[in-house]
Nanobody, 124 residues
Framework: QVQLVESGGGLVQAGGSLRLSCAAS????????MGWFRQAPGKERDFVAG????????DYADSVKGRFTISRDNAKNTVTLQMNSLKPEDTAVYYC?????????????????WGQGTQVTVSS
């Protein structure tokens, strides 16, 4: 069992930056691929970024590539999403998730555990 808790969301102006963190419980953190997803009101939950178990591989949605960076620290059981050059369309609730396979890192249904989400609002 893994519990995930996100933090770091908030209100920021367009062009600004935020750093989201996800803290995981349990001793098996390094056995999971980790992902960040987001969901805007009335829309589906979309893939944002994912990282393999030891951080050797990462993947990004086209909409955030070059602006967001995902990283993980297995010693601290944390995964981080650094978000730069934020745009109003980045506004959403952001979720971190733990899943068994990096090969399916973009697929929400492949993830076993989800955090409660943190709100990110970007004003224009």
């Amino acid at each position: 069992q893994v519990q995930l808790v996100e933090s770091g969301g908030g209100l920021v102006q367009a062009g600004g930056s935020l750093r989201l963190s996800c803290a995981a419980s349990g001793r098996t953190f390094s056995t999971y691929a980790m992902g960040w997803f987001r969901q805007a009101p009335g829309k589906e939950r979309d893939f944002v970024a994912g990282i393999s178990r030891y951080g050797l591989n990462s993947d990004y949605a086209d909409s955030v590539k070059g602006r967001f960076t995902i990283s993980r620290d297995n010693a601290k059981n944390t995964v981080t999403l650094q978000m730069n050059s934020l745009k109003p369309e980045d506004t959403a609730v952001y979720y971190c998730a733990a899943g068994p396979r990096y090969s399916a890192v973009r697929i929400p249904s492949d993830y076993s555990y989800w955090g409660q989400g943190t709100q990110v609002t970007v004003s224009s």
